[in-house]
């Protein structure tokens, strides 16, 4: 039989909960710091830096939301077997 969580529990923090949210944060702060990317220079294959900076950060974005989906799927099962 199945216990109910208990409610007074507040959120817990840890390392892998940490490193999910820097994941997670990371493809915000790279496109909101425009500053870093607003340039032309260096171009690749004759696209503009400001183009290709922000394509790449789809494709990285896409790597780090799934690793992060990973990681909180390893941490819900390893707190359902704790709860054991």
């Known amino acids: 039989m199945s216990q109910a969580p208990e409610a007074g529990r507040g959120p817990v923090v840890t390392p892998m909960r940490v490193v999910i949210g820097v994941c997670l944060l990371a493809p915000f702060v790279a496109m909101l710091w425009v500053g870093s990317y607003a340039k032309t220079d260096p171009a690749f294959i004759g696209i503009p830096f400001f183009y290709w900076y922000q394509m790449a950060w789809v494709l990285?974005?896409?790597?780090?939301?799934?690793?992060?989906?990973?990681?909180?799927?390893?941490?819900?099962?390893?707190?359902?077997?704790?709860?054991?």
């Open 60 to 84: 990285i974005s896409t790597a780090l939301t799934m690793t992060a989906y990973k990681l909180w799927q390893r941490d819900q099962r390893a707190r359902k077997e704790g709860a054991r």
